[in-house]
């Protein structure tokens, strides 16, 4: 086993746990909160003026201007 | 039902990371695709994760012997399957892992035999035999669209010109699959469902709104991850304090990448652009296979005992 690669990890281990223990729940939260903004954008209809680029805005291929969304304009 | 079985699996014991689970399905693409036009894959996931929590639970002993299970409970899970099996080609090799997973013969038997009267139930009106229909339906098959399709077997054998050999190759794949996971059979439950999720995904023709099969090694990397270190053995090679902290770290970041790129826009993975975005296709390739390596080269719990009981003492936080 090699010493020095397993104190390199316990370090980074210990770092990142630390740093999870601190921030981690306020980043979950935000993470959470992006994933049900995201989602009722995506699935609800009445939202697609909010992300679907209007027809002739830009000069972009139809499958390229929604990029939220699936749906062509 | 997939949000339900998310966070009670995980293992996830704080709410912030109850809510991470219970949302991790919504926003991604494939969800809204296979929503928007009417695609199975929700339809089959939740399935096959409903009999899953049915079978083994969060993986621990007494869910996973095979007899100490009720028989409504066997027959329920046996039902959860058929209706899986109605797009074989997503749910097969998950299917059949989450059987051997699960053991007992019980709800094999149920499942086949559930299979073969709806089956036959669904032939006899069309005056045709099953063996025909089945014939009929992979001959469908071989006209699929493979440029469109994303990071599967499929897409690759055509790219590199093997047409021609892509049903030997998903049959090996889906025996192979087995078989491993037949031999280990006594690891984590959910470590095994996980990876014979990315096979499901992996073997055959599969387009981007199938991502939403995702979620099930999702679930075996978050129970990994709270589970933890602290119950590991194996090799010493893989048990010594660092290596454990690395791997829990990695486990994390690789939850994290497939969460993100699961959000990347659909023209981006439909393959209407496939050089302009060869990127992303590669980018995803490489996370999903160092997702599997990684899971399966793991250290393991010693057993199957208390996944989730255990973690909420052993791992508060992250794996802490």
């Known amino acids: 086993m090699n010493t020095r690669t397993d104190a390199r990890g316990t370090r980074i281990h210990r770092t990142v746990t630390a740093l999870w223990t601190r921030y981690g729940g306020i980043l979950l939260w935000v993470v959470v909160a992006h994933a049900v903004i995201t989602a009722v954008l995506r699935l609800i209809p009445a939202f697609d003026a909010l992300i679907v680029v209007p027809d002739g805005a830009i000069d972009l291929p139809n499958s390229m201007r929604s990029l939220y969304c699936y749906r062509a304009p | ?320």
């Open chain 2, 1 to 320: 039902v997939i949000s339900v079985v998310a966070v009670r699996a995980s293992c996830a014991d704080r709410l912030a990371e109850k809510a991470f689970l219970f949302v991790f399905i919504l926003p991604l693409g494939a969800t809204m695709i296979a929503v928007w036009i009417g695609q199975l894959g929700l339809h089959v996931t939740a399935a096959l994760l409903g009999a899953a929590w049915l079978l083994v639970g969060d993986g621990s002993e007494a869910a996973t012997t095979g007899p100490s299970r009720s028989r409504a409970r066997d027959a329920a899970a046996a039902a959860l399957l058929t209706i899986a099996l109605v797009k074989p080609t997503l749910s097969l090799p998950l299917l059949v892992v989450i059987l051997i997973v699960a053991g007992g013969w019980r709800p094999t038997v149920l499942t086949a035999a559930l299979y073969g009267v709806v089956t036959l139930i669904a032939a006899v009106p069309q005056g045709r035999s099953p063996v025909t229909l089945a014939f009929e339906w992979l001959s469908r098959e071989e006209i699929m669209n493979l440029p469109l399709g994303s990071v599967n077997v499929y897409l690759w054998l055509y790219w590199l010109g093997f047409e021609g050999s892509m049903i030997p190759v998903s049959l090996i794949i889906l025996i192979g699959a087995s078989v491993w996971a037949w031999r280990y059979r006594a690891a984590p439950s959910w470590l095994l469902i996980g990876i014979a999720a990315l096979v499901s995904r992996l073997w055959i023709h599969h387009r981007a709104f199938d991502d939403v099969l995702l979620i099930v090694p999702a679930i075996a990397l978050f129970q990994a991850t709270k589970t933890g270190p602290a119950a590991m053995t194996g090799p010493a090679i893989m048990t010594a304090p660092g290596r454990r902290g690395v791997a829990t770290v990695a486990t994390a970041l690789l939850i994290a990448a497939v969460y993100v790129l699961g959000h990347a826009p659909y023209a981006y993975l439909s393959g209407e652009h496939p050089g302009r975005w060869l990127f992303i296709e590669v980018a995803r390739t490489i996370v999903w296979l160092t997702r599997r390596a990684h899971v399966a080269r793991s250290p393991v719990p010693a057993g199957r005992g208390d996944q989730c009981i255990g973690a909420v003492t052993r791992a508060p936080s992250l794996d802490a």
